[in-house]
């Protein structure tokens, strides 16, 4: 592990910013998931 | 708090790592991903500025003379991309990592190892892109929106340029949240989200713009791989699918994308103009506001990229009033800035030139954005050279205009060395007049008639074609002095640059010297409403 990085890890407030990133990136899946599957709704409901 | 860990550290590693590839390429430091993203954005401009040059001289007169069309429909597409995607973005990214975490009074971004993820997945998505130019069947051709049918037509790069789409989209979205939760976490105590600079809100609200539209991108993009490779039909008519449906999850995450672009403009520039006036922004909170209403309404205004492809009357109503509304956020911005320079004690050194030339340009490109909201207008305007001309107006002379005076503004922070004065006006002038030269005469051609995306035309634009490409190749030109600028900056200059660069600046990070110490705030720093551009801020 390199000097910065060491640091950098004791310096943050690790729980909070990782609870931030988690819930951030499941929000980002779900627009992703989303876009996808109301496509796939509307292509149905057209037939 | 964050800094409470900082406070416990015993810290020996105030320098930057030794060695290139430690330095480098393993970096966790903001400072030092901040600058990747900068060279990686300028290295990508100039990529981007080439293919424009390209475009120009087929358009220099009337007739096929330097390439095939079908080339020319390659160049158009991956200029759109590369400048997108690979030179404004970034170049936003690079000033957020740069200056977020010193302007909250943080010590770093919240997750390090995530951003230098962030940065090194960019090049090789653009080297999978910029490598379809030699596959055989050439590269992405139908334009930078994709719009099926037509890029299904083309060859197999629509794999490589989907894949590159992906990777983009994952470095911006795990950008996006690297700035949300430095943000939200990592202020330094008596930061108040409402005496945060308004470059680091612009930033807040961008990063919760791309987190919401990224992901629609990449399953716009998804599903015409799979309607390519995998004999699904989302898009495709003959198998029950609907090619007008991909324009509008396209333009769901399309036009929040042109605020992802413009917002941390707006930042900027706020930061400038108090600083070259001598007075603080006027109305902190209505620009706080302003931002944050131009970012809700740019999500229910997508289908006026789609006023011809034959909505219901009821949605063109919809859609062109709400288009509409976005001149007010808009205007109370200008006005703002505009107010914030009446009668300050201005000076004009390159930073705030750029600034002003982006207010008075951006709203330029601002007021042929409201002409082409009305729809029977937009009837008129749609698929011409007037909707190149705008958002040309808005992106170069709005985005690009932002960018380079923000690296004016805090290259001196930086680097710890003041930039030439002289070269940086020289630069400022030479822009200012051939962008006019490039892009005020394509109005009058798309008013005219002249098509976009087209390597031929009538006679009868020639000279508008000729003076627009003449002040094209001039403008391409001007950029190389601000590359001299930058490296006579960077290496060669002798004047060195004070901690507080500029008389009229204010904000934390005019209390670090310049350039910076490797990490930022070892201690969190002790907040003093006075040093803070916004400390005061009662109304």
């Known amino acids: 592990m390199n000097a910065d990085l060491k640091r950098s890890e004791d310096m943050r407030p690790q729980r909070a910013a990782r609870r931030t990133a988690i819930i951030l990136a499941i929000i980002a899946a779900a627009f992703f998931v989303l876009s996808i599957v109301q496509q796939l709704v509307l292509v149905h409901s057209h037939h | ?539």
């Open chain 2, 1 to 539: 708090m964050a800094h409470d860990a900082a406070l416990m550290h015993d810290d020996h590693h105030h320098e930057a790592p030794e060695g290139f590839f430690h330095r480098w390429v393993m970096s966790t430091n903001h400072k030092d991903i901040g600058t990747l993203y900068l060279i990686f954005a300028l290295t990508m401009f100039f990529i981007g500025g080439a293919f424009a040059m390209g475009i120009r001289a087929e358009l220099f007169k009337p007739g096929m003379q330097l390439m095939q069309p079908y080339f020319f429909n390659e160049l158009t597409t991956m200029h759109a991309l590369v400048m997108i995607f690979g030179a404004i973005m970034p170049a936003f990214v690079g000033l957020a990592n740069w200056m977020v975490p010193i302007m909250i009074g943080a010590p770093d971004m919240a997750l390090p190892r995530m951003n230098n993820l962030s940065f090194w997945i960019l090049p090789f998505a653009f080297c999978l892109l910029l490598s379809t130019f030699f596959m055989p069947g050439g590269a992405p051709a139908a334009g930078w929106t994709m719009y099926p049918p037509l890029v299904l037509q083309g060859g197999d790069s629509i794999a490589f340029m989907v894949f590159a789409i992906h990777l983009m989209g994952i470095s911006s979205i795990m950008g996006a949240i690297n700035i949300i939760a430095t943000i939200l976490n990592m202020r330094a105590p008596g930061m108040d989200l409402l005496k945060m600079p308004l470059f680091c809100w612009s930033w807040l609200i961008t990063a919760f713009l791309l987190l919401a539209v990224m992901p629609v991108l990449a399953g716009a993009v998804t599903m015409l791989l799979t309607d390519k490779f995998f004999g699904t039909s989302f898009f495709n008519a003959g198998g029950g699918g609907d090619p007008v449906l991909y324009q509008h999850v396209f333009w769901f995450f399309g036009h929040p994308e042109v605020y992802i672009m413009i917002l941390p403009a707006f930042g900027i520039i706020s930061e400038i103009i108090p600083t070259f006036a001598r007075k603080p922004i006027f109305g902190y909170k209505a620009m706080v506001y302003a931002i944050a209403c131009i970012a809700f309404l740019s999500f229910i205004v997508w289908s006026h990229h789609m006023f011809t492809v034959g909505l219901p009357l009821g949605s063109e109503l919809f859609f062109m009033y709400a288009t509409m509304l976005i001149a007010v956020p808009t205007g109370v911005k200008v006005f703002n800035w505009v107010t914030t320079m009446w009668r300050g004690s201005m000076t004009f050194e390159t930073p705030m030139l750029f600034a002003i030339a982006f207010v008075i340009l951006f709203t330029i490109g601002g007021f042929s954005g409201v002409m082409m909201a009305l729809v029977p207008a937009d009837f008129q305007y749609n698929q011409t050279y007037f909707i190149v001309a705008h958002f040309h107006y808005v992106l170069v002379t709005g985005a690009a205009f932002a960018i380079i005076a923000g690296v004016y503004y805090w290259l001196p922070k930086w680097t710890g060395n003041m930039y030439s004065e002289f070269w940086g006006k020289m630069h400022f002038w030479n822009s200012a007049i051939w962008v006019n030269v490039l892009f005020f005469p394509q109005h009058f051609l798309g008013l005219a008639g002249m098509p976009r995306r087209i390597p031929d035309y009538n006679v009868a634009f020639a000279d508008f074609n000729m003076i627009s490409s003449i002040g094209g190749f001039l403008f391409g030109l001007s950029q190389i002095i601000f590359v001299g600028v930058v490296i006579h900056c960077a290496w060669f200059s002798k004047s060195r640059a004070p901690a507080k660069v500029w008389e009229g600046a204010r904000g934390l990070e005019w209390t670090l010297s310049s350039p910076p110490p490797h990490h930022s705030f070892v201690t969190p720093p002790v907040i003093d409403d006075s040093v803070l551009a916004h400390g005061d801020v009662l109304h």
